[in-house]
């Protein structure tokens, strides 16, 4: 039995990116389907799709994406707020990450952002993960 399901998804990307795959298989879940935006419009991913699967299952395909050298958009993805660790923080907490070369998603009242909107929207929230 699972219980963290992003934290599955983000080793399922991460292992994926490491084989050089070009699509992964994730299990649906709207906040992963969030979290997959963030990451398709800062650049990390190619694209994704939900697709029904059988019994009523859903699954999500996503294309990732390389450079001309094939090494990955992610250098590193990490799970920061865990099911036994809650992590919060203010949007003025949440200003920067690794000078601008990397991202944190969050999740807000406004949905799962990245952290420059949020920090434009003044609104701080759970720390979901780091990318870079």
Known sequence: MMNDIIADALTRIRNAALRKLEVTTLLHSNTVVGILT??????????????????????????????????????????????????????????NFKNGYGTIIVSTNKGVIANDEAYAANVGGEVLCTVW
């Open 38 to 95: 963030v990451l398709e419009a800062k650049g990390y991913i190619d694209s994704f799709k939900v697709v029904d699967g059988t019994n009523n299952k859903k699954t999500i395909q996503v294309t990732l994406k390389y450079d001309e050298k094939e090494t990955s958009a992610i250098n590193e993805i990490k799970r920061v707020s865990k099911s036994g660790r809650r992590v919060y923080k203010a949007s003025s907490e949440l200003k």
